[in-house]
């Protein structure tokens, strides 16, 4: 069964550069026709796309982060990455991993909050 | 940039069948897919493909499309059915979009 876990640091400082991995397990990262995806929902907020990635490196972002972000993976941990730098409060925000296939965003990892304060 | 528009509520008796819109330019040419979100809790999948039902998700939620207008309809409602709803599709150069939700209240 396919599931998605992130992690990463939970505070970040402004200016600074957000870090997380999601961690596929249940199918290899490098499987056809799987992409992988990154989503973030501000607090009380509605869900925003921030990019996603294919096995093979191909990358496509949210066109108002693409400057700030940076998707990649790793097939050898079976995990993929996102950076997203210079942050600031607006960035404070649930960030969810997930498979993009021809049925949607499906599954989804549970989310983690990153808060962006001093 | 490609916006999805959706209601920010929707309001609708146990029983009663509950209709959630989703407006785009792009809709008549890019499938759909839906998602419910209920507090702390990630989105689920509920349709995809504008009118597919995922395994495991109730005969009771179906989608349609028509024009620029694509609708969620979630027969004889239950109280377990309250929670945030987003459609979400792409437009023309890859890049993914969500309405910006739509609270169903029972």
């Known amino acids: 069964q396919l599931q998605l876990q992130e992690s990463g640091p939970g505070l970040v400082k402004p200016s600074e550069t957000l870090s997380l991995t999601c961690t596929v397990s249940?199918?290899?990262?490098?499987?056809?026709?799987?992409?992988w995806a990154w989503i973030r929902q501000p607090p009380g907020k509605g869900l925003e796309w921030i990019g996603t990635?294919?096995?093979?490196?191909?990358?496509y972002y949210n066109p108002s982060l693409k400057t700030r972000v940076t998707i990649s993976i790793d097939t050898s941990k079976n995990h993929f990455s996102l950076r997203l730098s210079s942050v600031t409060a607006a960035d404070t925000a649930v960030y969810f991993c997930a498979t993009l296939g021809s049925g949607g965003f499906d599954p989804w990892g549970q989310g983690t909050l990153v808060t962006v304060s001093a | 940039s490609y916006e999805l528009k959706q209601p920010p509520s929707v309001s609708v008796s146990p029983g009663q069948t509950a209709r959630i819109s989703c407006s785009g330019d792009?809709?008549?040419?890019?499938?759909a897919y839906w998602y419910q979100q209920k507090p702390g809790q990630a989105p689920v999948l509920v349709i995809y493909?504008?009118?597919e039902r995922p395994s495991g998700i109730s005969e009771r939620f179906s989608g349609s499309s028509s024009g620029t207008t694509v609708t969620l309809t979630i027969s004889r409602v239950q109280a377990e059915d309250e929670a945030d709803y987003y459609c979400q599709s792409a437009d023309s150069s890859g890049t993914w979009v969500f309405g910006g939700g739509t609270k169903l209240t029972v």
């Open positions: 792009e809709l008549p040419k890019r499938y």
């Open positions: 990635i294919y096995y093979r490196g191909t990358t």
């Open positions: 249940g199918v290899s990262i490098s499987s056809s026709p799987y992409y």
């Open positions: 493909q504008a009118s």
